[in-house]
Nanobody, 115 residues
Framework: QVQLVESGGGLVQPGGSLRLSCAASGITFSIYAMGWYRQAPGKPRELVAQITAGGSINYADSVKGRFTISRDNAKNTVYLQMNNLKPEDTAVYYC?????????WGQGTQVTVSS
């Protein structure tokens, strides 16, 4: 049974930082591409950042230079360090694990950026 459990969301002021974590179980974590997506109210879900099994990384243009994705295969965990947060970063953030046609989602964690 695949489980992706996100944590680390919350309320933060503009300019602040948060670190999201996603702990995976039930998969061979090291072979999966891991990603963070987000969905704001009334908007489609969008890719924020992805890290492949080989360590290649890509970011959405809107978060480049502010967010950093990383993975720890020994802990079956992927992280998203978010700095200089903006109100437009407010969304539910979802963890994704993908290997070929197999894809799994976490339940999401709310990030709210507001003063």
């Amino acid at each position: 049974q695949v489980q992706l459990v996100e944590s680390g969301g919350g309320l933060v002021q503009p300019g602040g930082s948060l670190r999201l974590s996603c702990a995976a179980s039930g998969i061979t974590f090291s072979i999966y591409a891991m990603g963070w997506y987000r969905q704001a109210p009334g908007k489609p879900r969008e890719l924020v950042a992805q890290i492949t099994a080989g360590g290649s990384i890509n970011y959405a243009d809107s978060v480049k230079g502010r967010f950093t994705i990383s993975r720890d295969n020994a802990k079956n965990t992927v992280y998203l360090q978010m700095n200089n947060l903006k109100p437009e970063d407010t969304a539910v953030y979802y963890c994704n694990a993908n290997w070929y046609k197999l894809t799994n989602w976490g339940q999401g964690t709310q990030v709210t950026v507001s003063s």
